[in-house]
């Protein structure tokens, strides 16, 4: 009994383990790559303008050429992470930065986190309300304090000491999602209505992330948000937290996430992928597949990830009528997708 036991744990575990010659960090890297999402949601076609449409794909392609700037001038995969999300966050086509949505108490409060895949270094912020591009707030909790998160003030008090840019609350009205917001307050507690999108009239999550591969073989993803709409002052959701709306590791792949950030949060969704990938023998869209299509579904969340492994394979998965998203591998050859075909 012991033996057959002791065999089927064995057989378990070659199972579920990858050989040596499988695992992604003992392989060469692939080519440098960039894949960036700017929220997924019910966007359709029929709701979308031309003009609106191609507004959108011109922010992801300007998102997508900086961070492969970076890339191909031999710059770490971490700066081009930064670099694709800050236009996102200046633009307020997305929830983030700029174009963050309004909570309960009708203020802006942002979240954002980044990671370093070669060596697990990760930082974040929660609940800023000053601070220009909270990805940069990130990079600095990450790479000048010995902590991982900061949250509120003392994350802008922080921010402010290491001179990055600080801006009056004021800077994140925008006068649309404003009017969204006050719907939504009127449509108490309604979930549906607090997911219209000013800009396009769908229901969308507009968190903006990136993940990048550079010329050293290293992963780093970053992803930043206004949360949710009409949220509750004070409540954070899965982007800055390490593990559910960011996560990157050589070993495995690197990941961001957009969607109902509690869902998000309950199934740890960018670690579950990375721990799939590493641990299983699934390939990285079979691991985002079995997250993003089965689990955070059958808990009742729906959203996306962006996610990217050493070898330059590239998964964009939602389970929402649209994501917007992009990837780069080569230059010029950026593409960007806004709807399911
Ligand atoms: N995940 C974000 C949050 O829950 C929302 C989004 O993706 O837009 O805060």
């Not at 800023?128 to 902590?147: D, F, L, R």
């Not at 800077?171 to 800009?199: C, G, H, M, N, V």
């Not at 937290?241 to 990157?248: E, S």
């Not at 699934?282 to 009742?300: F, N």
Request: charged content about 25%; overall charge neutral.
């Amino acid at each position: 009994m012991r033996f057959f036991l002791l065999f089927s744990l064995l057989a378990i575990a070659a199972a579920c383990s990858k050989k040596p010659d499988e695992r992604v960090a003992d392989r060469p890297a692939g080519p440098i790559t960039l894949v960036i999402h700017g929220g997924a949601g019910t966007i359709k076609r029929e709701n979308m303008t031309p003009e609106r449409e191609q507004a959108y794909h011109a922010a992801l392609q300007q998102a997508l050429d900086s961070g492969y700037t970076v890339l191909e001038r031999g710059g770490k995969s971490l700066d081009a992470v930064i670099a694709a999300i800050k236009v996102m966050e200046n633009s307020p086509l997305f929830n983030a930065g700029k174009g963050a949505v309004f909570n309960s108490e009708g203020k802006n409060e942002l979240d954002a986190s980044i990671m370093d895949g070669s060596n697990l270094m990760a930082g974040a912020v929660a609940g800023v309300t000053t601070i220009k591009n909270p990805i940069t707030a990130a990079y600095a909790v990450m790479t000048k304090s010995e902590h991982v998160m900061m949250i509120g003030d003392g994350a802008e008090k922080f921010a402010r000491e290491q001179n990055l840019e600080i801006v009056d609350p004021s800077y994140f009205f925008d006068s649309l999602r404003y009017k969204q917001w006050l719907k939504t307050k009127e449509a108490e507690a309604d979930r549906e209505a607090a997911l219209i999108d000013p800009y396009t009239k769908d229901k969308k999550f507009g968190t903006v992330g990136a993940v990048a591969l550079d010329q050293y073989g290293n992963i780093a993803a970053g992803t930043s948000t206004g949360g949710m709409t009409n949220k509750k002052y004070g409540r954070v959701g899965d982007a800055p937290i390490i593990g559910a709306g960011t996560y990157a590791d050589n070993a495995s792949c690197g990941v961001s996430a957009t969607g109902w950030g509690e869902f998000f949060i309950r199934l740890a969704v960018a670690h579950d992928i990375a721990s799939l990938v590493k641990y299983t023998d699934l390939s990285l869209q079979e691991a985002a597949d079995s997250v993003v299509m089965k689990k955070v579904p059958r808990l009742g969340g729906d959203g996306g990830i962006i996610a990217l492994d050493r070898l330059g394979n590239i998964s964009m998965t939602f389970n929402t009528a649209g994501m917007y998203r992009g990837y780069i591998q080569k230059k010029g050859e950026g593409k960007t997708f806004i709807y399911k075909d």
